[in-house]
């Protein structure tokens, strides 16, 4: 079985890897310097290795199998769990390692918070290509189809529901709220979001985050279960709502 070592940049590593973003902003189809991803001069190794096979194509069909994904190589490295949100040298290295699985249709790759991960303020890297997805999941490693929702999406798209969820990191960590958002927006049949869940109109997700700032001023409602919080929805959110 072949077998993988997850590494750390240090920063000369990430000096190195804005570099490398920029070059490939000028010319999508650079290289990753092998030294980059694997010298002593730019990485450390971290935890045990892996199988390769973790990080197959399967891991980068959707946003939620990569969190699944990565939730099994921190497992199975034996990383320290506690440690890994704050880690900037791990993500940056693990995102770099896999880029060419993020490059838009024409190679494009947006900014460097994207790929550069820069722990401290949630609303800034929810974005980031892999870390905030594994913290979604490992707040939900119980019932992780609760996070269907937001992140049941191809690996290079976000969207309205993930845009307005993921900026919110009380939001993300809340059983109930996750919970509520995929019964409201994702289709289980069709293994898809619902139609409308992506526009603006009444019972749309800018319109659920609104209404879940307002109930967060007189309710707790992060330790709150979906069915309670569905019954605390005005009316434009019916159409959504399975029951209804």
Not at 14 to 21: A, G, S
Not at 77 to 101: I, Q, V, Y
Not at 215 to 227: Q, R
Request: aromatic fraction near 10%.
């Amino acid at each position: 079985m072949e077998m993988m070592q997850m590494r750390a940049f240090n920063p000369a590593g990430i000096e190195q890897m804005h570099i490398w973003l920029g070059q490939v902003r000028e010319n999508s189809s650079t290289p990753i310097p092998l030294e980059l991803l694997e010298g002593a001069a730019f990485t450390k190794a971290v935890g045990r290795p892996i199988p390769a096979e973790t990080f197959g194509q399967e891991a980068f069909k959707t946003k939620l199998t990569l969190a699944k994904a990565i939730d099994q190589a921190v497992i199975t490295s034996e990383l320290d769990e506690e440690s890994l949100e704050n880690d900037k040298g791990f993500w940056s290295w693990l995102t770099l390692k896999f880029a060419r699985n993020f490059f838009g249709s024409k190679g494009q790759i947006g900014e460097s918070a994207l790929w550069v991960y820069e722990p401290g303020n949630w609303r800034k890297v929810y974005r980031q290509k892999m870390a905030p997805l594994w913290l979604a999941y490992r707040a939900h490693r119980d019932n992780p189809d609760c996070l269907k929702a937001v992140l049941g999406i191809p690996v290079n798209k976000t969207g309205e529901v993930f845009e307005q969820m993921m900026a919110r990191k009380w939001v993300v960590l809340s059983p109930g709220i996750m919970t509520l958002v995929t019964k409201l927006y994702f289709d289980e049949e069709k293994s898809a979001l619902k139609r409308g869940s992506g526009g603006k109109d009444a019972g749309a997700p800018r319109r659920l985050t609104t209404v879940l700032d307002q109930l967060g001023l007189t309710y707790d409602i992060e330790e709150l279960g979906w069915e309670v919080l569905a019954d605390m929805l005005p009316n434009d959110f019916k159409k959504f709502i399975p029951y209804a």
